[in-house]
């Protein structure tokens, strides 16, 4: 399967985006450095090779022609991915309006080809949550037809390799509380709080991210503050 690839700059840090043909494949959140956002693209596709720790420059999310020595093993290997942000049309730019705080949507075409009929229900349903509001595992599980399969159902979104655009992180416990995000809690919650319009990610090179006092939270973040903090107490 040849895939095409993109780097993008946001407020938040940088992505990574790949997609076929048929579709978007794969996503990666916010990391502080390129560098960063390139090894979490070779190890999801299983390509391991030796990485330079001197590179050259990265291209931003203008166009410009990546010119990495990472990126040129990514070229190279039977993965077949080629740098080309314009394969992903207004993708990039939706991107960095969603982590300025703006109400984005993301109905773009997926490849969704190698996931099982289960997961693609779980992740359709998920698809269609609103922007800046949540449901819970079990509904997701009673919008299939399957209302026993709330464990299922998260180890579905487990699974899914497109945050944002699958919106898993609008997924929480059914008193709201927020679990189970393969990408972290903190970084759950912080998705939550850009939806919700209490602040956005302005420090994608802080690791540690301090939970605001629930009395200072707009009210839609209010039982998403408790959720983190019961879960880190």
């Known amino acids: 399967m040849e895939l095409s690839c993109a780097l993008v700059e946001t407020k938040a840090g940088w992505l990574g985006i790949l997609g076929s043909a048929a579709g978007l494949y794969r996503l990666i959140l916010p990391q502080a450095s390129p560098q960063a956002v390139l090894s979490r693209l070779l190890n999801n596709s299983r390509c391991h090779s030796e990485q330079s720790e001197e590179s050259r420059p990265f291209a931003s999310a203008q166009g410009d022609k990546i010119n990495n020595p990472v990126l040129s093993i990514l070229d190279n290997r039977s993965i077949g991915a080629t ?25 773009d075409k997926l490849d969704l ?97 301090k939970v605001p006092p629930v009395a200072h939270l707009p009210p839609f973040a209010q039982s998403i503050a408790d959720g983190v903090q019961s879960n880190s107490g």
Request: proline content about 7%; aromatic content about 12%; charged content about 20%.
């Open 113 to 209: 080809a190698d996931a099982t009929p289960f997961q693609y229900a779980v992740w359709q349903v998920t698809r269609s949550i609103p922007y800046g509001e949540t449901r819970s595992y079990a509904w997701v599980a009673q919008q299939i037809g399957m209302p026993q399969a709330t464990r299922a159902v998260g180890q579905a979104l487990a699974k899914n390799r497109l945050p944002i655009v699958v919106p898993c992180h609008r997924v929480t416990g059914k008193r709201g509380n927020l679990c189970g995000f393969r990408y972290g809690l903190e970084m759950k919650y912080h998705l939550l709080q850009v939806e919700a319009g209490g602040y956005t990610l302005d420090a994608p090179r802080t690791r540690i991210i």
């Open 83 to 107: 740098s080309d942000i314009s394969f992903f049309g207004a993708l990039p730019h939706r991107l960095k309006r969603y982590f300025e705080g703006e109400m984005v949507a993301f109905p």
